[in-house]
C-alpha cells in the first residue's frame, strides 16, 4: 500500500537499505562526541546545503521536531511581538505558543482554502511567521510573496514553517531569515528530527535576548545550538540515527537533481489538479491556483469520501483523510519524492474513472 | 568489537531483527495519531511499568533525551528554589540549566569520586535532584539514602535522574516523585528518546505554577505531555521508531527477568571490582563500595591507560575513555544487560593478564 498521507508518509525507497547499512556500521551505537560521528553531522548539513542552496550565513541546527522549533524560534527571536499568518490548524498552533510564551502575538486569518490578501505588517514587528504550506488545508504561499514581506518589513525577521514542502520550495535565502521542517514528511525519513535553518540576524537578536536576560531555554538555546554546530556537534544525545538517514536521502535526492525532483513534483501536482478540476463529483479544496500546494493536494471529496477511498485502496493506494473536522467530506494527497510519477498516474486514472 | 562506553553503549542483541521488523510493518511510517500507534505506546509504557514495578500513582511520558527533562523538570516543577548534589559532569549540568532557567538552585558538591556525607536540606526546597548514578566517575547513591531524603524533606519534589542505571536499581516509588533515564545506555537502544516518570505531586505542582503564570514550556510542559500520555500519544510527532523499540527491547528484558538482569549486573560488577581491587596497576576510582557504581565502573589507570586500551582492543573490547580531563588515565566500563557474563569474564581475564 502506498501512503499518500501527508505525513509521517511513505519512506522514501532507499530508506531501509541505508538502514541495514547503518546497522551494519554501528551507527546506532556511536558516540556523539566521536569523529565519525561529526563527519556524518556534516555529510548531512553540507548535502543539504547543496541541496537547498544555503548560503554560508546561515547556520543549520537539529531539534528534535518542528513542533520544538515552534518553541525555540519564539523563545529566541522575539521580546515582544511576533505576527502569524493563521490559515489552518499548524500555523494556528505556531500563533498559540507564542501566545503561551507570554508574547503579544498578533495574527492575521484566512478562511480554510483561501489566500492571504493583505500583507500590511506593524512597524514594530519583530518576527513574521509564515507557514509555507499548511498542511491541513493545502493552502501554499507563492515564495514570492514570501520575499516580499521581507522587502516590506526589513527589520522583521522572515521565519518560514516550511514543514511539508521542502525540498520543494526554492527560497531566496537572502529573504528569509529563518526556515525550517521535518524529515517525516518529504524527506520520506522516520519521524523524531527537525531541521532549523538561521541567519546572521537571528543569531544576533538570540545573543541580545539572552544578554537583557530574557529566558531563551538552556541546552537548545540558538546560541547554543550554533556553538555545537560550528564542531559538527549537538549539545545534547541526538537521535544519531536521523541525522545518518538525512545525509543519505540527501545525498540520493542530490544524484536525482534538486531539478528533476522539482519538476516531477510539478508534473505530478499538474495530472492531479487537472483530474480534480474537470472532475463532476470532486473538486480541490484551493481554489486560487496561485496558492495550490504542489505537495500537499486537498480534494472535497463530499458525500463520496468512503468510497473514493475504497475505490483507490483498491488500487494499493492509501489517501490521508481530511484534517480534524473535515475528515469526512475531505481527502488528502502527499506529493513527496516517495511517490512516484507511475504512482501518480495510476491515482489520477483511478479518480477519473470514478 | 564490544561497545563498553556508558553511552551511547553497545546495542542490546535484539535491536537489529526489532529494526528489521519495524520496517516490515511500516512503524517508521506510522502516524502518530493513528490506534496502531497507541498500541506501540501502550505496549512501551505498560512494558516499563511492570519491569521498574512503577504504580499507577506515576504517569510515563516521553521526551526527546534525558537533557530535555532536565530543563522541563525544573521549568515544570521549580516556582523558586531547587536543591542539586552535584559530584560530577552530568550532576553539575542540571544544576547549572536550574541557574540558566533562572531559579535559586543551591547545591552539595563532593570531589570526583567520592561520596555524599551530608544530606541536610533548606526547608524551603522544592525541588531535589539526585543523579543515580554520575556517568563521568562511576558514583552511584545507594537507593537507600535516595528513599531517606523523601522521609526527610516530606515537602519537597524528589526527582531521580538514573539515566545510565536504569532498569538496575530498584526504587520504591513511594519515596520518588519523579524518576528519568534516556534509552541509548542500559536499554541498549538507539538514541534520541527519553523517559520521564512523574507522580501526582509533580503534575498538582506543574499545574500550579502554569496557574500562577510561570513559564512551563509549551508542547512539552508536564501537563500537556500528561494529557497526551492519557490517551498513549504525544504532542508532537515523536520518534516513533524509538518508542516501538523501546517496547520491544523492554519485552525481551521481561521474559528475561528483572531479577536475572540485576544478579547478572551485580555479578559482573563483583568480579570487575574485584579485579580492579587486586590488581598491582589499577585501582577503582570509586573507594566507598557503597557508593560503587554496578553499572558503570571507572578505574583509575594512570600512565597505562593507553596500553590496557590496546590489550582490551585485541581481545575485542572497547573501553570507555575517562571523562574529560581524565580522558589520559582513566577507562569507564558500562555493565548494561547488553554485556554479557562471558564478555565481563574476558574483561577480567584480560585485566588480570596486563
Not at 525507497?13 to 569523529?35: C, G, M, P, Q, Y
Not at 513574521?128 to 525577521?157: F, M, Q, R, Y
Not at 481530511?322 to 506529493?335: C, D, P, T
Request: glycine content about 6%.
Amino acid at each position: 500500500m502506498i501512503n499518500l498521507t501527508p505525513g509521517p508518509s511513505q519512506l522514501y525507497f532507499t530508506v531501509a537499505d541505508h538502514l541495514k547499512k547503518a546497522l551494519r556500521e554501528n551507527v546506532l551505537s556511536l558516540s556523539h562526541r566521536s569523529k565519525d560521528f561529526e563527519m556524518i553531522y556534516q555529510e548531512s548539513t553540507e548535502g543539504l546545503r547543496s541541496l537547498l542552496g544555503i548560503p554560508d550565513t546561515h547556520s543549520i541546527v537539529f531539534t528534535s521536531s518542528a513542533t520544538e522549533v515552534w518553541e525555540r524560534s519564539i523563545q529566541n527571536l522575539v521580546a515582544e511581538k511576533s505576527f502569524h499568518f493563521v490559515n489552518g490548524a499548524f500555523s494556528k498552533r505556531y500563533h498559540e505558543i507564542a501566545q503561551q510564551l507570554g508574547k503579544q502575538a498578533l495574527l492575521r486569518e484566512a478562511a480554510e482554502g483561501e489566500s492571504f490578501s493583505d500583507f500590511s505588517i506593524p512597524k514594530d514587528t519583530e518576527l513574521i511567521a509564515v507557514t509555507h504550506n499548511e498542511t491541513s488545508t493545502g493552502v501554499s504561499w507563492p515564495v514570492n510573496a514570501i520575499h516580499s514581506l521581507k522587502d516590506n518589513n526589513p527589520d522583521a525577521l522572515v521565519v518560514v514553517d516550511a514543514v511539508s514542502s521542502l525540498p520543494y520550495p526554492q527560497f531566496d535565502y537572502t529573504k528569509v531569515d529563518s526556515v525550517f521542517f521535518s524529515v517525516q514528511k518529504a524527506f520520506g525519513m522516520p519521524a523524531g528530527l527537525g531541521v532549523w535553518i538561521v541567519n546572521e540576524a537571528c543569531l544576533a537578536k538570540a545573543e541580545t535576548l539572552q544578554a537583557q536576560g530574557y529566558q531563551t531555554g538552556t541546552y537548545h538555546n540558538l546560541s547554543t545550538l550554533h556553538a555545537f554546530a560550528k564542531k559538527h556537534q549537538t549539545p545534547e544525545t541526538p537521535n544519531v540515527l536521523g541525522i545518518y538517514l538525512l545525509g543519505k536521502i540527501v545525498g540520493d535526492f542530490l544524484r536525482r537533481g534538486i531539478l528533476t525532483l522539482r519538476r516531477e513534483t510539478d508534473y505530478k501536482a499538474a495530472i492531479l489538479y487537472n483530474t480534480l478540476q474537470d472532475h463532476a463529483q470532486i473538486k480541490p479544496l484551493v481554489q486560487d491556483v496561485h496558492w495550490q500546494s504542489k505537495t500537499v493536494i486537498v480534494a472535497n471529496t463530499g458525500s463520496h469520501t468512503a468510497a473514493i477511498r475504497t475505490a483507490l485502496q483498491a488500487k494499493g493506494l492509501a489517501p490521508g483523510e481530511g484534517y480534524g473536522k473535515s475528515k469526512e467530506n475531505q481527502l488528502r494527497f502527499a506529493n513527496f519524492p516517495a511517490h512516484s510519477k507511475e504512482q501518480y498516474e495510476l491515482l489520477v486514472d483511478t479518480l477519473a474513472a470514478f
